[in-house]
């Protein structure tokens, strides 16, 4: 499955209250259990 990530996503690492899963994500994200998908623009703005 390819899921988009925004910026928003990305700060969740940042974020007590969405770091938890933000981080399981990652790992699915990181075993190829789905595709990371980002705009020009979010590439930008990290």
């Known amino acids: ?3 988009y990530l925004d910026t928003s996503v990305i700060g969740g690492l940042f974020d007590d209250e ?3 899963w933000t981080i399981k994500l ?5 075993s190829g259990r ?8 979010t590439l930008e703005e990290l």
């Open 26 to 30: 990652f790992d699915e994200l990181s």
């Open 18 to 20: 969405f770091q938890e």
């Open 1 to 3: 499955m390819k899921i």
């Open 34 to 41: 789905h595709i990371a998908v980002i705009s020009d623009l």
